[in-house]
């Protein structure tokens, strides 16, 4: 400890004496690696963040997101597919060790073995090392999950049947009406679960463009055709009358009318 000058005695302390009073320190004491946060760093942040947000609105002007017909919970041939990033855990439900009677494993486990995965990594791989190849535990980890992730992904989108998923969602305007007593009681507990909520089609086709006479839709809901059953035992003849006459009316019409 020095003494004499530049201390001064505080009672039985002693303090080094400052001639200048503590301040925060210049940032020209640091040239080139600091920068004050307003406006230099806040700028900087509000550019790239106009950047990135106009990139994303022009995005949305040229290829604005597809609209579909309003959700019919009462659909049940309606498949509903997940965005983008999500495909990856949609594909692996098609998995036959993950669906079915190991639906559990696809749904929660695997997803959790992911989630734990990710936030155990700081005790699995605590290397100070920042070059990847000095980490192999973390640079595995990453590279593992990337590569199923990406592999998951593409065979979602490659082999799914987007033509019949596209068709299943497309507005149709037709003169259904919802309200109308045989809708209620004969064509929504038949007929929706298989041609959709607005008869627009799903698992069954579409009623609307059919343009079926009634003697074929009354043929048809009788005998059944290809994967479609024969409603002659559950319903009366006057009933079958009734849904035909209703489907065979049906027809499109404009988004104007």
């Known amino acids: 400890m020095k003494r004499g000058k530049g201390l001064t005695f505080v009672g039985d302390?002693?303090?080094?004496?400052?001639?200048?009073?503590?301040?925060?320190?210049?940032?020209?004491?640091?040239?080139g690696r600091t920068e004050e946060f307003y406006p230099d760093f806040l700028l900087k942040?509000?550019?790239?963040?106009?950047?990135?947000?106009?990139?994303?609105?022009c995005l949305t002007v040229a290829d604005p997101a597809p609209l579909e017909r309003i959700a019919d919970p009462t659909d049940t041939g309606y498949i509903p597919l997940p965005d983008w990033y999500f495909l990856f855990l949609y594909q692996i439900l098609k998995y036959s060790y993950a669906s079915g009677p190991f639906n559990i494993i696809g749904a929660i486990v695997i997803p959790g073995l992911g989630v734990g995965a990710l936030l155990l990594a700081p005790w699995l791989d605590n290397n100070k090392e920042r070059l990847w190849s000095k980490r192999p535990v973390a640079s595995a980890m990453m590279l593992i999950s990337f590569a199923i992730i990406f592999y998951t992904t593409w065979e979602s989108v490659a082999y799914h049947d987007w033509e019949t998923q596209n068709q299943q969602g497309e507005i149709v305007f037709?003169?259904?009406?919802?309200?109308?007593?045989?809708?209620?009681?004969?064509?929504?507990?038949?007929?929706?679960s298989c041609h959709g909520g607005e008869l627009t089609g799903a698992s069954g086709p579409n009623l609307v463009e059919a343009d079926l006479a009634p003697e074929t839709v009354q043929a048809f809901v009788e005998n059944g055709?290809?994967?479609?059953p024969a409603f002659k035992d559950q319903l009366s003849d006057d009933e079958i009358k009734q849904i035909s006459e209703f489907v065979a009316n049906l027809e499109e019409t404009s988004e104007d009318e």
């Open 174 to 192: 037709s003169n259904l009406d919802t309200e109308d007593p045989v809708y209620q009681n004969l064509i929504k507990t038949n007929c929706t």
């Open 13 to 31: 302390s002693r303090i080094q004496k400052y001639e200048k009073p503590k301040l925060n320190r210049d940032y020209s004491e640091f040239p």
């Open 45 to 57: 942040e509000w550019v790239t963040g106009s950047v990135f947000l106009i990139g994303f609105l």
């Open 225 to 228: 055709s290809g994967d479609m």
